[in-house]
């Protein structure tokens, strides 16, 4: 990619944050992880607000042995990881893309569309942290956990709002003859990934 095929683009203006649904489910291209990363925290935000829910987040785990450029001293160690590139990010019912291949038979392959449905934990006592926090905070807030949950919950080929009559009988198709079980018994198919860090 050349700064040439960037004319191909517009930028944004004032007028596409009017219609903020819309921006939603854009494609939005970068040059590098921090610009992703800073632009998925902002879209969850976005998403939440506009889809009255929160924003879960919790920190990354972070391998300060093999960080090059790590800040020497605390208080800028302390600035950096404040930082939307060091936490990882969850907003219920939100689209996302598996990170790597779950299960190919399936067609679970790295970049496939899913839903995010919830969190699991460790414990009773995490899973009424969460409750509490979702009781007070805000629609559209952010919730700090402090410690990650033990596995994110996902929807599996969720019909989505854009899905043509092929695609909501593809995803129709697969759910039907999906035999993997799902942690809920409504015909969606969702299921725990529990690799999130």
């Not at 610009?35 to 009255?52: D, F, G, P, V």
């Amino acid at each position: 990619m050349t700064p040439r095929d960037f004319d191909l683009y517009e930028n944004l203006g004032e007028a596409d944050f009017e219609k903020l649904g819309d921006f939603l489910h854009s494609t939005i291209i970068v040059t590098g992880n921090y610009e992703r990363l800073e632009l998925n925290a902002l879209m969850a935000s976005l998403w939440a607000k506009h889809y009255n829910t929160h924003v879960i987040r919790w920190k990354r785990n972070v391998k300060y042995d093999k960080w090059k450029g790590r800040p020497q001293n605390e208080g800028a160690l302390k600035h950096a990881e404040g930082q939307n590139c060091f936490y990882e990010y969850f907003v219920p019912n939100a689209p996302a893309y598996l990170s790597y291949n779950v299960n190919l038979t399936n067609d679970l392959a790295n970049g496939t569309l899913v839903r995010e449905h919830s969190l699991a934990f460790e414990t009773s006592e995490q899973k009424q942290y969460l409750d509490n926090l979702i009781d007070t905070t805000p629609l559209g807030g952010t919730i700090d956990l402090p410690d990650p949950p033990t596995a994110i919950n996902i929807e599996l080929y969720p019909n989505l709002p854009d899905d043509t009559d092929k695609d909501k009988d593809f995803k129709k198709t697969k759910r039907e003859a999906w035999t993997c079980g799902s942690i809920v018994e409504d015909g969606r198919i969702v299921i725990p990934i529990e690799d999130i860090q």
